[in-house]
């Protein structure tokens, strides 16, 4: 079986964890290319729920598992959830030398930088992943290989100070982020061909959605790292044949955490219905996620940048409770329509969403197979977006998952 990359194709939350989880099986390593510890990836498991913010989502199937170097990581985090899981899991696991780390010091700055925004914040997680990104863009940041040895942070320190962050404590970082990190950093570039020259075959993990893509995103609504399949060969540093098919990741309708426009949002009675039934809660921060209906021209922009011909829809569960199932097709605005999702961009804030109520999922039972209205959904996402739906998730639990 060749390489197949997870990608989201919302503003994140999509259900990507639970797709990497139950595709692992067919899988001998799962690699996460980019974010940090700003990523939640939820796996529930025999009625136990597991949430991952920087080791892959194989980590439940016994599976290598690698972090890229194009990933922002925080030593301490990997720490904690290394101790949440049996020790096994520390000797399947490879960290790339090139990583980034995320310091405390990262944390209070992001802090600082939200509160100088004040009504513009971001609504970032605060876990310090875009000034980490940032110190990497200015030659500054500290790498997984560099704490290994006796680097010279004096430089690091002294930005820190002058940007009003107290850097007092970083050789303590440093020391207690060796110890993190001991017997795990290496080459996973290099790991990779070796698992593919042998004969075996990768999953690719992103962590957050296109729609975050700090080039491509929502900017400046956006994360601090590229979401899009085609980050993985830098993220990872293989070459782009190697990251093999993108498979997209969508709910049925849509959340976004945070700032920033969201053009199909809705309030009231609906979104309080649809945020308790699907338990939309941030992973990482347990805010509450906004809740919009599916968003048609956002997805095909998101195809489009992916390559994506197949995508995962989840969360059919959740509007099998609700009488209404909407799906915008276009954006109106000053009298015209479009579905340039990149035309609608500098005006996004300002648009009206053009709705379809295509099919009803309201009362449809998945335990014995697909029902008649999935199958309709399927039909009508496969023609309006020009992809296979290849697996329809419909519930949290990794069993209540069915491949087309």
């Not at 990779?192 to 995103?217: K, Y």
Request: hydrophobic share 40%; aromatic share 6%; with cysteine.
């Amino acid at each position: 079986m060749g390489n197949l990359s997870v990608v989201g194709m919302q503003w994140g939350d999509e259900g990507k964890g639970k797709l990497v989880d139950y595709l692992a099986d067919d899988y001998d390593a799962v690699a996460r290319f980019n974010g940090g510890s700003n990523a939640g990836h939820t796996v529930v498991a025999g009625g136990s729920k597991h949430t991952f913010h920087l080791l892959p989502s194989g980590a439940l199937k016994r599976k290598e598992l690698l972090i890229g170097a194009g990933v922002a990581l925080d030593p301490d985090m990997l720490a904690e959830e290394l101790a949440s899981l049996p020790g096994a899991v520390r000797g399947r696991l490879m960290v790339d030398g090139r990583c980034s780390l995320v310091s405390p010091f990262d944390k209070k700055l992001d802090s600082a930088l939200e509160e100088m925004r004040g009504a513009a914040a971001i609504g970032t997680t605060r876990r310090g992943i875009g000034p980490a990104y940032a110190m990497r863009a200015l030659r500054l940041a500290l790498r997984a290989a560099d704490v290994m040895g006796s680097p010279d942070s004096s430089s690091l320190a002294e930005v820190y100070s002058r940007l009003g962050v107290d850097p007092s404590g970083l050789a303590a970082w440093v020391k207690t982020s060796r110890e993190a990190l001991t017997g795990l950093v290496g080459d996973v570039a290099s790991r990779i061909r070796d698992v593919m020259a042998a004969g075996g075959s990768v999953l690719f993990e992103a962590s957050q959605g296109t729609l975050l893509d700090l080039l491509h995103g929502t900017y400046p609504y956006a994360t601090s790292a590229h979401t899009v399949v085609s980050y993985i060969p830098a993220g990872i540093g293989i070459p782009p044949a190697d990251a093999g098919e993108p498979l997209g990741v969508t709910k049925c309708y849509t959340t976004r955490v945070g700032g920033g426009p969201f053009p199909t949002e809705v309030n009231g009675a609906v979104s309080d219905q649809i945020r308790a039934i699907g338990h939309e809660y941030g992973a990482t921060t347990g805010r509450a996620r906004r809740i919009g209906w599916l968003d048609l021209v956002a997805l095909r922009y998101a195809v489009r940048l992916n390559g994506v011909r197949s995508i995962a829809v989840s969360k059919l569960d959740v509007l099998s409770a609700m009488r209404e199932f909407r799906v915008c097709v276009a954006y109106r605005h000053l009298g015209s329509e479009t579905q340039d999702f990149f035309g609608a961009l500098s005006n996004l804030n300002e648009v009206e969403p053009v709705y379809e109520s295509p099919v009803s999922l309201l009362g449809a039972e998945y335990g014995g197979g697909v029902p008649p209205q999935a199958k309709k959904l399927v039909d009508y996402l496969e023609s309006a977006l020009g992809v296979r739906v290849r697996i329809l998730s419909y519930g949290e639990e990794r069993s209540k998952t069915v491949e087309l």
